[in-house]
């Protein structure tokens, strides 16, 4: 083989490897709304983007369940293409027995890909009805990263900086391709206390590569008001590190290496030798 041709043909394979790459779909949200609601139907104003470089299909927006009875319709945004925006209204439907305070929910936005294999994200809402107030409890939701199929736990770091104790609802808000174990429970914090509750989270469908944004809410009545809190997570999935995975980088480095040393070689070996001069004869 001509050493060119062995040229050409390394080249080819290591710039096809660096460069071969799969579309994606990459969808973000925004919500904006009226900042204090004084009646019992308000409107949410939501914007679609794709920033990846394949059209998401079938763009759906519902709203996810919520302990606090709000409820509002589902609307269909159609097929979103890459670098583009969609755009929504949403009405939201308030108790009429709802205490005035901060209230926090959230959406599910649905889409399939090319091959109609579907997906989802959620993205999370709050509104002040009646009035604007502020919570005595935060929170802080950790990142994860899931291997293969393992199961792990999510942490929630919940303070409550009030001087009296709390009963707060807490729920945790994921993608469809993500399993929660109890999502949902009741805590009592105590005052001037920091507490931690784990989820339990595993996937369900997420391909590897995935990177899900979660978010956790708290909820509980003081003194005739109502208070919410949301804190938002991260959940990355990856393939499972094999013994041979680990390796990749190291035998991908001696191929290149191997090759390199082949070329040289071969030009080493069809480089002309020189002959020596012959020997002139004095007279």
Same mark, same amino acid.
């Given at each position: 083989m001509?050493?060119?041709t062995?040229?050409?043909?390394g080249?080819?394979?290591?710039?096809?490897?660096?460069?071969?790459?799969?579309?994606?779909?990459?969808?973000s949200?925004?919500?904006? &709304?009226?900042?204090?609601?004084?009646?019992?139907?308000?409107?949410?104003?939501?914007?679609?983007t794709?920033?990846? #470089?394949?059209?998401?299909?079938?763009?759906?927006?519902?709203?996810?369940?919520?302990a606090?009875?709000?409820?509002?319709?589902?609307?269909s945004?159609?097929?979103?293409?890459?670098?583009?925006?969609?755009?929504? &209204?949403?009405?939201?439907?308030?108790?009429?027995?709802?205490?005035p305070?901060?209230?926090?929910?959230?959406?599910?936005?649905?889409?399939?890909?090319?091959?109609?294999?579907p997906?989802?994200?959620?993205?999370?809402v709050?509104?002040?009805?009646k009035?604007?107030?502020?919570?005595?409890?935060?929170?802080?939701?950790?990142e994860?990263?899931?291997?293969?199929?393992?199961?792990?736990? &999510?942490?929630?770091?919940?303070?409550?900086?009030?001087?009296?104790?709390?009963?707060?609802?807490?729920?945790?808000?994921?993608?469809?391709?993500?399993?929660?174990?109890?999502?949902?429970?009741?805590?009592?914090?105590?005052?001037?206390?920091?507490?931690?509750?784990e989820?339990?989270?595993?996937?369900?469908?997420?391909?590897?590569?995935?990177?899900?944004?979660?978010?956790?809410?708290?909820?509980? #009545?003081?003194?005739?008001?109502?208070?919410?809190?949301?804190?938002?997570?991260?959940?990355?999935?990856?393939?499972?590190?094999?013994?041979?995975t680990?390796l990749?980088?190291?035998?991908?480095g001696?191929?290149?290496?191997?090759f390199?040393?082949?070329?040289?070689?071969?030009?080493?070996?069809?480089?002309p030798?020189?002959?020596?001069?012959?020997?002139?004869?004095?007279?």
């Amino acid at each position: 083989m001509q050493v060119r041709t062995l040229m050409v043909l390394g080249f080819f394979i290591i710039f096809s490897s660096l460069n071969a790459s799969a579309t994606y779909i990459s969808l973000s949200s925004t919500v904006e &709304m009226q900042n204090v609601i004084n009646t019992t139907i308000a409107q949410a104003n939501i914007t679609i983007t794709n920033s990846g #470089d394949e059209p998401a299909y079938d763009v759906i927006i519902e709203p996810l369940p919520n302990a606090l009875g709000i409820t509002s319709n589902q609307i269909s945004l159609g097929n979103i293409l890459p670098n583009q925006s969609a755009y929504g &209204m949403v009405q939201l439907n308030i108790p009429a027995e709802a205490l005035p305070g901060r209230y926090a929910m959230g959406f599910m936005i649905r889409y399939n890909d090319l091959n109609n294999y579907p997906f989802t994200f959620v993205t999370p809402v709050k509104l002040f009805y009646k009035t604007a107030v502020q919570s005595n409890v935060v929170a802080t939701l950790d990142e994860v990263e899931l291997l293969g199929e393992e199961k792990k736990p &999510m942490t929630l770091e919940i303070q409550n900086r009030d001087t009296v104790a709390h009963q707060v609802n807490i729920k945790l808000y994921t993608p469809n391709q993500i399993s929660v174990e109890n999502l949902e429970r009741s805590e009592t914090l105590a005052p001037s206390s920091k507490t931690k509750v784990e989820f339990t989270l595993s996937p369900l469908g997420a391909l590897p590569g995935g990177n899900f944004f979660v978010f956790a809410v708290i909820d509980y #009545d003081d003194n005739g008001q109502h208070y919410s809190v949301s804190s938002n997570g991260r959940i990355i999935t990856s393939k499972e590190r094999s013994f041979m995975t680990t390796l990749a980088p190291f035998v991908i480095g001696l191929v290149i290496l191997a090759f390199i040393a082949l070329i040289y070689f071969q030009l080493r070996k069809d480089k002309p030798v020189k002959e020596a001069p012959k020997p002139t004869k004095k007279k």
